[in-house]
Structure formats: C-alpha cells, structure tokens
C-alpha cells in the first residue's frame, strides 16, 4: 500500500529481532512484485538477503527500502489484454507456491486495512503471516495507533501554521485539504493544532452555509482571516465523496473537496478565498521520534509473534503494552472519528465550527 513514515523501522527492527534469534531475513521488493516478478528487478534480485548492514541508519528515513505497490493485490491481480481492456486474475495459489520455492517459512507484512486483507487471505490459504498495523489514516480499528499518523499530523500542523501568515496578512480564507481517507483523524488532529477555524471530517457531514456564518462573526470581531481544514473524504450533508477517479487494480482516489469548499465559501462570504491541498506531503519525510519508536515496537513484537508460535495475527498498540489481535478482526471495522469524543467536545467548546449546528 501507500508509504508511511516509520516503515524503514520496522524492517530494520525485524531484521535485526530475527538476525539476533539466528534466523534468515529477506525482503520482497514491491509488495508481491519481487517474487512474482523477480525479472523486473537487477540481477533477478526482487527478493534479497535483509543483512545488518543493510538495514543500518534506516529508521530516520521516509519511503520505504523495499519499495511499494497499490496495484499487487494477488486475489485480483490487473492483467491487460490484447484488446487493451483490463482483467482482475486471482494468483493466490501461484503466490504460494512462490514462497514455499523460495524456502520462506513466514510472512511479516506492513500495511493498512488492503494489504492485511490480503495478509489474512494468504494465512486462510495455509501461509503463516503475522501482520504490522502502517497507515498515516489512523483508521485501523483495533490498534490505538498506527505509525506514519504522527508524522503526518505534525507536518500537516507545521504547514497550516505556516499558511496564517498569508492568510492573516492579506485577510483570505485559506482552505487546507489533507489526506485521511474515509476518516477525519488528520484533519481533526492537525486543525486543532494549528488553531483553525472550521475542520471538516467525513464523520460529520457538512454544510457551508454555518461555517460561512462562523467566519462572518470574526469578520465582525476584527478577524479578517479563516482557516478551514478539509479532510479529503469530507462529505457535504446534500451530495457524495468527491474522486479523481480509479484506475484498474487500485483503490479510489479522493480528492477535489478543497478546491470545491473555497470557492463556495468566496460565493458565499464575498471575501477572497485559496486553496492548499498538502496530498502526498503529509507521507513523506524524516518520522517523527513517535512514530520512529512505534515501528521499532511493531517491528521486534512481530518477530516475538512468531516466536511465540502465532499466525493470522497483527500486531497492535493497547497503551502502554504492544499485543496482537486477529488479522480478520483487524480489518472488520474501519476506526472512524466520533462524532462526540472528547476531542471534538473540546473543539466545540473552543468554537471551532464543524460544518453543522451543534445544539449551543
Ligand atoms: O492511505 C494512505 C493515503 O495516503 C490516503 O490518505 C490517501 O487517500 C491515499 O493513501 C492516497 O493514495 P495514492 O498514493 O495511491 O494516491
């Protein structure tokens, strides 16, 4: 799946947890690509040795060293045809006899709610395979924290605090869309934060017409400026999800909501509004020590999971212990804002407007 800050520490936790219990690590490149495909790699090399050397100085960096795919997903695998159309194939049993000719007794794979999915198929399919909870969404239901959350929010906090100098300057709404899926946790963490003004979440549908109002009342106090932060998957109350669209083997692709929210809010305001869609900012770059921590914990209690002799399980943070939780369970329930957590109640109390009409 999508990169996450604090995924090179994990491989260099794993790699050095099992190196010091005597065991072999490898690494597949590219999700599955590596072993399904090791002619795309120099020298066949799409599964390689994961040595000590290889994996120091790692944990500081973002991206990953074994690169990464959204379009691997082996139970339906995109195959274009001569005709130029695209096919989803199954290649389950073709994966698995994969990793019994490469003498792999194990799996650890990273990912979020997609790649543990296909994690938990592989071990219904008799592989053995012990999941690590990665997304910068936080929308994983059965760990408290996912690592890359941490880094995103912080960054995302450092770039709306950055956007108040324009927007106080030259007296603008600016409008903020970041990442998040389905959820609202960045927007919601970051906005807070930062000190904005209206944070909009797919857990609360919104309506324009009260944030128009909210920025309106500051005019009126003397602040001639707005910051909205918008999570990509906000929903307004009358209409749907807004997308840039799918490609074939991929997950949708949301987007556009930023842009949209702006220029209805100049429409209805009259004042100059701008929009900064952060995207892909928010995955990259150094982790924080939070999240650096967090994937070094994952990284070593995957090894004791199978130490431990456990299989079809993910590991998960339950404050303040590292525990494991079945991989089907992991990926039931997606873990969305509530829409009467404390941390909303508190940015209500601020008046910090969500996009609706809260009873006071
Ligand atoms: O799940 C992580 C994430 O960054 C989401 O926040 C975002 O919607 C999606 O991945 C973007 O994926 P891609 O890199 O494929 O555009």
Known sequence: GGDAPGLNAVIRSVTLAARNRGWDVVGIRDGFNGLMFPENYANGRGVFELTRDGVRGISHLGGTILGSTNRGNPTAYPVQQPDGTWVEVDRTHELLELFDQAGIDALITVGGDGSLTIGNHLHEHGLRVIGVPKTIDND???????????????????????????????????????MGRYAG????????AAGAHSILIPEIPFDLQPVAETIDQREERGAKFSIVVVAEGAVPVDGDVMTIG???????RLGGIGHAVADRLQELTGKESRCVVLGHLLRGGSPTSVDRLLGLRFGAAAVRALEEGRDGV????????VT???????VTRMKSVPPDCDTILTARDLGINFGDRPPH
């Open 246 to 252: 799918k490609s074939v083997g991929q997950a949708e």
């Open 185 to 192: 946790w960045i927007a919601l963490h970051s906005g807070m």
């Open 140 to 178: 994983l239901d059965k760990t408290t924290a996912t690592f890359g959350f941490d880094t995103a929010v912080d960054f995302a906090t450092d770039c709306i605090d950055r956007l108040f100098s324009t927007a106080t300057s030259h007296g603008r709404i600016i409008v903020v869309e970041v």
């Open 314 to 321: 993910m590991v998960a943070l339950d404050p303040p212990t």
């Open 324 to 330: 494991y939780v079945p991989l089907l369970e992991a």
